[in-house]
């Protein structure tokens, strides 16, 4: 896999969190989750439901940071994105089976479970996998999307 430079147009094609998370279901979830299992990656891949909430300008892109307790992404300038050192966190396959990044995080980042509250009051977006005593695929949220009113900054929580 080759990951392509970020362009604007990729995430502007992302859809809405709501519409986009009820075009998979658990076992669809499930079915990469036994992938990464397969291949060991479970300590580094999560499967993410990529959405957008609004436009970005040209030259901004999603920068996700750790902030108290929750992971907050917000849109940051490109320019500005590069001189933090920040890395691709997010990315999507497009039809023609090309990577690109659609949001990028910093080292500061970490991930832990959704507390059931903030799971109950989000959409799930963010999914990690383990092994259950019967080898059987166990799914996890680590993180879930508050979609508030357009435009404003959105609270990615995790
Ligand atoms: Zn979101």
Redesign the pocket.
């Known amino acids: 896999m080759v990951l392509c430079s970020y362009q604007n147009q990729i995430y502007e094609a992302l859809g809405d969190?709501e519409q986009t998370a009820k075009m998979v279901d658990k076992d669809q979830i499930n079915e990469i989750g036994k992938i990464i299992l397969d291949h060991e990656y479970e300590e580094d891949v999560c499967v993410i439901i990529a959405?957008r909430?609004f436009n970005l300008a040209q030259d901004e892109a999603m920068l996700e940071t750790l902030e108290g307790k929750s992971r907050v992404s917000r849109p940051v300038s490109w320019e500005n994105i590069a001189s933090m050192g920040a890395f691709p966190n997010v990315i999507t396959c497009t039809r023609e089976n090309q990577w690109y990044p659609v949001g990028y995080g910093t080292r500061t980042s970490e991930t832990r479970p959704c507390s059931e509250k903030e799971f109950t009051e989000g959409i799930p977006?963010t999914y990690s996998f383990a092994r259950g005593k019967n080898g059987q695929v166990e799914q996890g949220c680590n993180r879930g999307?508050r979609p508030t009113q357009a435009g404003h900054v959105?609270v990615?929580i995790g």
């Open positions: 969190v959405h909430h977006t999307c959105i990615h």
